[in-house]
């Protein structure tokens, strides 16, 4: 299947948004990172906001998209509710945070809602691509691969943002530690999951071109073999080890000028990565229609 990058930048930010999210509210929940909670709000919105603008390159007629808000079982459908709900939910942690005394506490429901939203959200964006007559897209390691990406982008972006902000950084060593930690657990399980499902196709039988009845239409072995770099370099060693490595490093110096560099170098490497998951997860998208 054809790649579409304007799909890939909106998985991927849609990730690092709610990953922002979900992080701040945990440190709410842990009374930090006061001085970044409003910053934090807004940086989350407007990651949001650009994966919003990247979406709509994928559509020709981006005036058509209304018509596929007919049916809730639809998955544009779900991502727009999220989003939405995402964003009110977004508005009042902004206001709450705001009209606290020192500028950053909101009430302990509302961290809870924050994390709850950024998990939601992410699972329901992944959610929507879950395609039975895709076999690679059809696993719930497909889901958990965005979330473990928002879980590695997000402690990490807060991290720098607090280290700027000048906020103590105790709090936020163990969430970005345990985040990475999940990301990379869960990379790991999709990559493989893609390196295996090449040879899954090869069971069931090929179809054949009518005009060239001796050759398959698609060698699935050989386009899985081909993602070894993607996966195994971009997702997992770039994508899941560097910023694994980055956050104990980081946490281990526990200074703003550690968490600026690890952390940015953290967040570099989860984005590199994000992207060659999905990049590698388009190459397998191929339909079980060929090989019948």
Not at 249 to 255: E, I, P, S, T
Request: proline residues 3%; hydrophobic residues 60%; contains cysteine.
């Amino acid at each position: 299947m054809e790649l579409q990058w304007p799909l890939i930048l909106f998985t991927t930010l849609v990730a690092w948004a709610a990953g922002v999210f979900g992080a701040q509210g945990v440190l709410a929940l842990r009374g930090a990172a006061k001085k970044s909670q409003q910053m934090l709000c807004v940086l989350s919105c407007v990651l949001l906001a650009a994966s919003g603008i990247a979406v709509f390159f994928h559509l020709q007629h981006w005036e058509r998209i209304f018509n596929g808000f007919g049916h809730l079982t639809s998955g544009i459908t779900q991502e727009l509710i999220a989003i939405v709900v995402f964003v009110i939910v977004a508005v009042a942690y902004f206001a709450l945070a705001r009209k606290s005394d020192d500028g950053g506490t909101v009430p302990k429901w509302m961290a809870v809602l924050a994390v709850a939203m950024g998990v939601v959200l992410a699972a329901v964006c992944a959610h929507s691509y879950m395609m039975a007559a895709r076999p690679v897209w059809d696993c719930v390691l497909e889901v958990l691969s965005i979330v473990g990406a928002a879980c590695i982008l997000g402690p990490a972006t807060c991290a720098i943002v607090m280290a700027v902000k000048g906020d103590v950084l105790d709090a936020v060593g163990l969430p970005a530690l345990a985040g990475s930690v999940i990301g990379a657990v869960t990379s790991v399980a999709y990559a493989a999951f893609i390196q295996m499902s090449g040879s899954a196709f090869t069971q069931v039988g090929y179809y054949f071109d009518p005009t060239v009845p001796t050759k398959e239409m698609v060698d699935a072995a050989a386009t899985a073999g081909g993602q070894v770099p993607l996966l195994w370099v971009g997702a997992v060693i770039v994508g899941a080890a560097v910023p694994l490595v980055c956050c104990v490093l980081a946490r281990k110096k526990g200074d703003a000028a550690g968490w600026k560099l690890f952390g940015g170098v953290a967040v570099a490497a989860a984005l590199v990565g994000a992207v060659c998951l999905r990049v590698a997860f388009y190459n397998m998208g191929m339909s079980v229609f060929m090989f019948y």
